[in-house]
């Protein structure tokens, strides 16, 4: 079955220093994928997408890579800051059917001032 | 950003009643979806819609229909609401088919 696993574990991590989220998925072959922020309460925005073409993708302090051989993808968030404190989710259009997002459980991320 | 509101916020009912959870985009995006987010299991498609009157079932549809008769309205129903339901539902709208998801920040149900 189709699969998307992001680290369930929060990331703690001090401020000024480099997160790095791993999203992994299996029996997929995504056109894209997406990266979105969550904070508590909210509902979830867009950060980033990156296409199965592109190795890396960048706007201001965040990275994303994508690799379609190892089948993941990483994010980037350089000099981190306590306002980048958030859970963060991946999300994989279906390559079956009509397709839609399915998105991954998301990794919380806790950046220490 | 696209402007979705959802209703209500908050809601309480008991097992076995109906509820309807409405969502409401000003953007005339063709594409809207129904999302629940529970813990441990991140946002589960629960119905997408492709326009007015064309909807599809996501991968936990059971106990749920929708309904869209004009672009900008997107509703939710549990017939016979039960525990397993109690959840935060979210709506989200897109543009095109690989544009980002406008999400509302949520319904927060909970069935007793």
């Known amino acids: 079955s189709q699969k998307i696993e992001q680290n369930s574990e929060a990331l703690n991590i001090q401020e000024g220093k480099t997160a790095t989220l791993t999203c992994n998925y299996t029996?997929?072959?995504?056109?894209?994928l997406q990266w979105y922020r969550q904070d508590p309460g909210r509902g979830p925005v867009f950060l980033l997408l990156?296409?199965?073409?592109?190795k890396e993708k960048r706007k201001e302090r965040l990275k994303v890579t994508f690799d379609t051989t190892l089948k993941q993808s990483l994010f980037h968030i350089t000099a981190s800051q306590p306002a980048d404190s958030a859970t963060y989710l991946c999300?994989?259009?279906?390559?079956?059917?009509?397709?839609?997002?399915?998105f991954g459980s998301g990794t919380r991320l806790q950046v220490q001032p | 950003d696209a402007g979705i509101t959802q209703s209500p916020r908050h809601k309480v009912t008991e097992t076995g009643t109906p509820v309807t959870l409405r969502c409401h985009q000003t953007e005339n995006h063709r594409y809207m979806y129904w999302y629940r987010q529970d813990p441990g299991h991140g946002l589960r498609l629960i119905h997408y819609s492709y326009g007015v009157k064309d909807t599809d079932k996501g991968e936990v549809s059971d106990g749920y229909s929708v309904s869209r008769s004009k672009t900008e309205d997107f509703l939710l129903t549990l017939e016979s609401a039960t525990s397993s339901q109690t959840s935060v539902y979210f709506c989200?709208?897109?543009?095109?088919?690989?544009?980002?998801?406008?999400f509302g920040n949520g319904t927060r149900l909970t069935v007793t």
């Open positions: 029996n997929y072959s995504p056109a894209y």
């Open positions: 989200a709208c897109q543009d095109e088919g690989d544009s980002p998801l406008h």
């Open positions: 999300a994989l259009v279906r390559d079956t059917g009509r397709r839609a997002l399915t």
């Open positions: 990156i296409r199965e073409n592109e």
